[in-house]
C-alpha cells in the first residue's frame, strides 16, 4: 500500500485555514468601504463655534482645519478640538490669516481596518508572538519528542534500552560484596535462559524482583548484571520520569514501556527509585484523590498483572524507602520478591577495594583488608570513590603508581576531608586540639571493649574538623553490648574530660561528640531496652532505616521528660568515668598530647608504644 507524503498532508491541512483567513480580511476590508467610514480618537474635545472665536481673539490657536462641517483646531498647549456647529461666516479664513494661525492637518478620518491595526493590532502583535513562542517551547519541553503528538496521541516512556553483549554487558562478575544478592537473581537469569525447565515442573518465574537498600549499595549495577548474565534487552527508566504535569501521561508512558518490553521479549524492564510512584495511596490527596501519581500507580499495577510472565519479561525495581510503598505492589503477582542489597561486610569491602583495584596501578605494598577495616559502614560508590581519591593523590604527589598511604589519606579524605593548607591554628589551639585528640584515644586505650586506635591527627580538615581520632575494629559485629556502647559514649566524652583537666576549661570542639554521645545514649533507652527504669519498651520509631533513619519519639510528654533524664544521666556518668580515667593516666597524656603536638599526625602503633612504656 503506497504511503502518503507527510509534506503534502501538512499543506493539505493548511489550506483551510488559509481561505478562512482570507475571508476574514475580505469582510473587514468591505466593512471599512461601506459601513464604518470613520472612528473618531476620544481624546479630541468638542466646543461650540462661539469658543473657536473667543480663542481665535485671545490667540490661543496654532493650526486650522477648515471642513464642510467641522473645523478641527490646536491651541498652544497642543489640545485637539473640534466644533460641533459652523455657522455661514465667509470672513473666517481672512480673519484666520490676518490672526496669523496656521492652516494644516489636524486630524484624519480612520477607516476601522486602520484603527484595528493602530490601535490593537500592532500594538499587541509582539506580545501575541512571544506568548505563543513562549507556550510552544514549553509545551515541547513538556511534552518531549512528541510534542502536541504526545498529549493527543500517548506519551512515549522515555525508557533507555541497552543492547547487552558480550563487549559492553555488565556480568556478575563485575559486581562485588553483594553474594546473597546475586544468589537471589541468578534463578532469574536461570528462567531466561531455559523457562521450559520451570514450565515442566509447573513452577512460575516471580513477576517483578525489588531491590532494597541504602544508596550507593549497587542495586543499579545488580539489574544490569542480571540483564547482561541473561543476555536479554535492558530498558531502564527512573519512576521520575513516569510524572508529569498533565494527567494521564504518566500512565500512557507505563503503557508504552511495557509495549515496548512485550515487543523485545525476553527482557528486563528496570525502574529506578520507584518509590517515586510507588507511594501509598491516600483518599485525601489531589482532587478526589485521582492525582497524576496515583493514575501512573494504578496503570502500573494494571500492566503488571495484565502481561504473561512465561514470555520472558522481567520487572525489576530498586527503592531505599521501602516502607513507603503501596502494599498493592508488594503483594504475590507483582513484585514477588524481595533482594535486600545491604551495606557490604568486612569481606565485601575487601572485594569491592580490589574490584575497583584492577583498574589502577597499585603497589605491591598495598593491603585492602586494612583499608576495608577502616571504613565500616561505607557503601559500594563509597569505596569506588576512595580508590579513585587515592589514584588521584598518587598523580598529585608525582607518582607513577597507587601506595598504602595514597589509600588512607583517600579515606581520611572521605571521611573526614581534605587537609586545609591554609588553617593556621594558633600555639595555643594547637595544645588544646591535642589534648582532646589524645583524650579520646586513651579513654579508648584504657577500656576494655574499645576498638584499637589507628590514627591521631591534629591537621584541620574540609569537613570543620580541627582533628581526629580513628579507632579500627578487627572485623565486623553484628551485635553491640551494654557495656560496649557504654565505653563507646566514655570514649565520645574523653576529649572533653581532658580540656576539663588540663586546661580548667571548654571550648566548642567536642560539639560533635556531644552529638554522637547523646544520640547513642537515647538509642539505648529508647529502642535498645538497656534502661531498667523502661526495660524492653520501644519509646522511639525509626523511618528511612536505609537513609539516615530519621527517628521520632513515640510516648507521652511524661515519659519523654522521664527519657530526657535518663539519657543525661546515662552520658553524665560516662563522662565522670572519662574524667577520672584520664586523672589517673595524667603523665600519659601529657606525654602523648606533647608527642602529638610535635608531629601533628601519629600512628596507633606510636600511641600504644608511648603508652605501654614504663616510665622511669
Not at 11 to 27: A, E, K, N, T
Not at 430 to 454: F, M, R
Not at 497 to 507: D, H, N, P, Q, R
Request: hydrophobic share 40%; aromatic share 6%; proline share 3%.
Amino acid at each position: 500500500m503506497q504511503q502518503s507524503d507527510p509534506n503534502q498532508d501538512r499543506r493539505r491541512q493548511r489550506r483551510p485555514f488559509l481561505v478562512s483567513y482570507g475571508i476574514v480580511i475580505l469582510i473587514m476590508l468591505l466593512l471599512n468601504a461601506f459601513l464604518f467610514p470613520s472612528i473618531l480618537k476620544s481624546q479630541i474635545h468638542e466646543v461650540d463655534y462661539g469658543t473657536f472665536l473667543k480663542m481665535l481673539e485671545e490667540n490661543r490657536l496654532k493650526i486650522v482645519q477648515l471642513e464642510d462641517e467641522q473645523i478641527y483646531f490646536i491651541d498652544n498647549e497642543d489640545d485637539v478640538y473640534q466644533t460641533n456647529v459652523i455657522p455661514q461666516d465667509y470672513a473666517i479664513v481672512e480673519r484666520l490669516d490676518k490672526a496669523g494661525v496656521s492652516f494644516g492637518r489636524v486630524y484624519r478620518q480612520q477607516g476601522i481596518l486602520e484603527y484595528l491595526l493602530t490601535n490593537w493590532i500592532l500594538p499587541f502583535l509582539p506580545l501575541i508572538l512571544l506568548a505563543t513562542w513562549f507556550s510552544r517551547r514549553v509545551t515541547k519541553q513538556m511534552m518531549g519528542e512528541g510534542g502536541m503528538n504526545a498529549m493527543m496521541f500517548g506519551g512515549k516512556s522515555g525508557a533507555k534500552e541497552y543492547v547487552v553483549d558480550d563487549k559492553t554487558g555488565i556480568h556478575f562478575s563485575d559486581v562485588a560484596g553483594q553474594e546473597e544478592a546475586k544468589e537471589s537473581l541468578k534463578e532469574i537469569v536461570e528462567f531466561l535462559h531455559d523457562p521450559k525447565k520451570y514450565e515442566e515442573i509447573g513452577a512460575k518465574m516471580p513477576k517483578g524482583a525489588l531491590l532494597v537498600g541504602p544508596p550507593g549499595t549497587g542495586k543499579t549495577l545488580l539489574a544490569r548484571a542480571v540483564a547482561g548474565e541473561a543476555e536479554v534487552p535492558f530498558f531502564s527508566i527512573a519512576g521520575s520520569e513516569f510524572v508529569e504535569m498533565f494527567v494521564g501521561m504518566g500512565a500512557s508512558k507505563v503503557r508504552d514501556l511495557f509495549k515496548q518490553a512485550g515487543e523485545k521479549a525476553p527482557c528486563i524492564v528496570f525502574i529506578d527509585e520507584i518509590d517515586t510512584i510507588g507511594k501509598k495511596r491516600d483518599s485525601g490527596s489531589g482532587i478526589g484523590g485521582n492525582d497524576e501519581r496515583e493514575q501512573t500507580l494504578n496503570q502500573l499495577l494494571t500492566e503488571m498483572d495484565g502481561f504473561d510472565a512465561t514470555k520472558g519479561v522481567v520487572i525489576l525495581a530498586a527503592t531505599n524507602r521501602p516502607e513507603t510503598l503501596d502494599p498493592a505492589l508488594l503483594r504475590p503477582g507483582r513484585f514477588d520478591r524481595r533482594v535486600p542489597v545491604e551495606l557490604p561486610d568486612l569481606a565485601g569491602r575487601e572485594a569491592i577495594l580490589k574490584l575497583h583495584g584492577r583498574k589502577v596501578k597499585l603497589d605491591s605494598g598495598c593491603d585492602f583488608n586494612v583499608v576495608a577495616r577502616m571504613t565500616p559502614g561505607a557503601s559500594g560508590a563509597e569505596l569506588a570513590n576512595i580508590v579513585n581519591e587515592a589514584a588521584l593523590g598518587a598523580v598529585r604527589h608525582g607518582r607513577s603508581v597507587v601506595t598504602q598511604p595514597d589509600l588512607q589519606e583517600a579515606v581520611d579524605t572521605i571521611l573526614a576531608g581534605a587537609q586545609k593548607k591554609n588553617a593556621i591554628l594558633s600555639e595555643k589551639e594547637k595544645c588544646i586540639v591535642a589534648y582532646h585528640e589524645v583524650g579520646h584515644a586513651l579513654v579508648a586505650a584504657l577500656q576494655h571493649h574499645s576498638a584499637p586506635v589507628q590514627k591521631i591527627t591534629i591537621v584541620p580538615r574540609t569537613s570543620g574538623a580541627l582533628g581526629f581520632t580513628m579507632q579500627v575494629e578487627d572485623g565486623d559485629h553484628a551485635l553491640l553490648s551494654k557495656e560496649e556502647l557504654l565505653d563507646k559514649i566514655a570514649t565520645f566524652t574523653g576529649g572533653r574530660a581532658a580540656e576539663e583537666l588540663v586546661f580548667g576549661s571548654v571550648t566548642t570542639g567536642a560539639s560533635n561528640d556531644i552529638e554522637q554521645a547523646t544520640k547513642l545514649a537515647r538509642a539505648m533507652v529508647t529502642r535498645y531496652g538497656m534502661s531498667e527504669d523502661f526495660d524492653m519498651v520501644a519509646l522511639e520509631t525509626v523511618n528511612g532505616a536505609y537513609l539516615g533513619g530519621d527517628s521520632s519519639l513515640a510516648c507521652s510528654e511524661t515519659t519523654a521528660a522521664a527519657v530526657d533524664a535518663k539519657v543525661v544521666e546515662l552520658v553524665k556518668a560516662q563522662h565522670a568515668k572519662a574524667y577520672a580515667l584520664l586523672s589517673e593516666n595524667r603523665r600519659k597524656l601529657d606525654e602523648i598530647s606533647k608527642y602529638l603536638y610535635e608531629r601533628e599526625t601519629i600512628t596507633g602503633q606510636e600511641f600504644m608504644e608511648i603508652l605501654d612504656r614504663k616510665d622511669a
